[in-house]
């Protein structure tokens, strides 16, 4: 979920493979069968269908997306792609209206403390995609208590736990990190980044 150089998160999880064959075995001891005339999966009727929606005015997701339902159909599940102009998928996220979406961390220097501590909150996209984990009380106060735990070691025992618990979860389908880019005329010098992404050093720039 985070980078292994963020603060708490270099923690020895196990990878997560593709694994075209081994989807299928799963879907089938699920009992969801494969219907040839349908071209995917079905179950007492009911097609194995899923919504992912993404932000109409971002190429990118909407790219990913088309490889996320090129790669689902090759195991028998429909997944219908939907743009949304970018406040109606906000506030689709803060809904729970969904079953697939995407999702940043926030990045420096919010990693993971502020990105994290959000997870609790019903407004965000990460609280409503938790919702129906067995252990989310437990998950939200180890958060709070996070917060407020003064002791470097306890929180980085508090930290593993809770990253450990989420990628067991599989609440979450990491994809890629994402890049910070700038476009600029070579007239332009001094462009750099700050090691927060929120922050543009424009006190740096100048034109020769």
């Known amino acids: 979920l985070f980078a292994p150089t963020t603060p708490y998160c270099d923690v020895p999880l196990s990878r997560k493979l593709y694994d075209v064959e081994k989807a299928k075995a799963l879907l089938d001891e699920a009992s969801w069968m494969m219907d040839e005339k349908l071209g995917y999966r079905s179950k007492e009727g009911k097609t194995l269908s899923l919504r992912l929606y993404f932000n109409a005015n971002n190429a990118q997701e909407k790219a990913i997306s088309e490889y996320i339902q090129s790669n689902l159909k090759e195991v028998g599940v429909e997944l219908k792609i939907i743009g949304e102009e970018k406040q109606?998928?906000?506030d689709r996220q803060k809904s729970g209206d969904f079953d697939l979406q995407y999702a940043l961390s926030w990045g420096?220097?919010?990693?993971?403390?502020?990105?994290?501590?959000s997870w609790r909150m019903a407004a965000h996209g990460d609280h409503q995609a938790q919702l129906g984990l067995e252990k989310k009380a437990w998950l939200d106060?180890?958060?709070q208590a996070i917060l407020i735990e003064p002791s470097h070691e306890k929180r980085t025992k508090m930290y593993a736990e809770i990253l450990s618990y989420i990628h067991d979860a599989n609440v979450y389908v990491p994809l890629?990190?994402?890049?910070?880019?700038?476009?600029?005329?070579?007239?332009?010098?001094?462009?750099?980044f700050n090691p927060s992404q929120y922050e543009i050093p424009f006190e740096k720039m100048f034109f020769e």
Do not use: N
């Open 176 to 192: 890629s990190y994402a890049r910070t880019k700038a476009v600029f005329t070579p007239k332009l010098k001094g462009v750099s």
């Open 88 to 90: 109606t998928f906000l």
């Open 108 to 117: 420096t220097p919010y990693d993971p403390q502020s990105f994290v501590s």
């Open 141 to 143: 106060a180890q958060i």
